[in-house]
């Protein structure tokens, strides 16, 4: 089974930058596709970026495109999101994402390995 746990999340100004991580235990991770999704209050989980087992492909949502970057390393069994110019639409409770299938995409019925969620809250 796999473990995922998110960190880096936080408060940050308009504009400011937050580098969150995903730490995966119990079993490797490097065949796996990662991805983020958020969630807002009162709204529903959305996709944000995904990356493939070897990080030559991701993907993103439109709103994120030029400001987030996803990265992983493999041979620490990471995830990255790397989040610039953060607007305040960006708060979100941001979930890390696993599938071992090889085929996640932007659905999140994709990923079967989920964490718990870290808080990111950008003030205007």
């Known amino acids: 089974q796999v473990q995922l746990v998110e960190s880096g999340g936080g408060l940050v100004q308009a504009g400011g930058s937050l580098r969150l991580s995903c730490a995966a235990s119990g079993r490797t991770t490097s065949t796996y596709v990662m991805a983020w999704f958020r969630q807002a209050p009162g709204k529903e989980r959305e996709f944000v970026a995904s990356i493939n087992w070897s990080g030559g492909l991701t993907s993103y949502r439109d709103s994120v495109k030029g400001r987030f970057i996803i990265s992983r390393d493999n041979a620490n069994n990471m995830a990255y999101l790397l989040m610039n110019s953060l607007k305040p639409e960006d708060t979100a409770v941001y979930y890390c994402?696993?599938?071992?299938?090889?085929?996640?995409?932007?659905?999140?019925?994709?990923?079967?390995?989920w964490g718990q969620g870290t808080q990111v809250t950008v003030s205007s």
């Open positions: 994402a696993a599938d071992p299938s090889g085929r996640g995409g932007s659905w999140s019925g994709d990923y079967i390995h």
